[in-house]
């Protein structure tokens, strides 16, 4: 039987590797009709995407959330902050993608830029959508303790 850590370390992990695994094997086909490329080029674009997403996603969080104390004095993270904080993320990813887009499509940096928008709008909504059912279908530990512990029912 797992510890409570390991287990909300298992769904963290669990999380990351379903949301890249669906969020490839929608992208990949759907962005291959949409911009008429090869399916095998944007799994590869998928792919990369993907990785370079996860790298940036460390150092980003760390100088965000070191800029937010440093400027606020606390970590708290409004509504308003957290949709900085999306935007920031996805406009460094954006530009960290673009040249290697460019490249392997050879593609010219405006049309790379324009697709590198529209898969940031593609994965902003599959994001959400994903995030909200994940949770119904794998609620932290904490979640569930404090939920039988008040003697309700997790929300559906």
């Known amino acids: 039987m797992l510890g409570r850590r390991h287990e ?3 769904l963290v992990h669990g999380h990351a590797v379903l949301f890249e695994l ?7 086909p759907a962005s291959a009709w949409l911009f008429n490329q090869p399916v095998a080029h944007m799994g590869v674009i ?20 070191h800029a937010l104390v440093r400027f606020t004095g606390r970590v708290v993270k409004t509504m308003p902050i957290r949709v900085a904080h999306a935007m ?13 887009v460019a490249w392997y499509l050879g593609i010219s940096l405006w049309a790379a830029l324009m697709m590198d928008i529209s898969i940031v709008a593609f994965y902003l909504v599959y994001a959400f959508v994903f995030n909200i059912a994940y949770d119904r279908a794998f609620p932290l530990p904490q979640l569930k303790a404090k939920s039988r512990a008040a003697g309700r029912a997790l929300p559906a």
Do not use: K, Q
Not at 88 to 100: K, M
């Open 8 to 10: 909300g370390f298992e």
């Open 46 to 65: 998928g792919v990369v995407s993907a990785t370079v997403a996860t790298i940036w996603n460390l150092p980003f969080n760390l100088g965000f959330d």
């Open 88 to 100: 920031l993320f996805e406009a460094g990813l954006i530009v960290l993608l673009i040249p290697f």
């Open 22 to 28: 669906i969020g490839i094997a929608i992208f990949t």
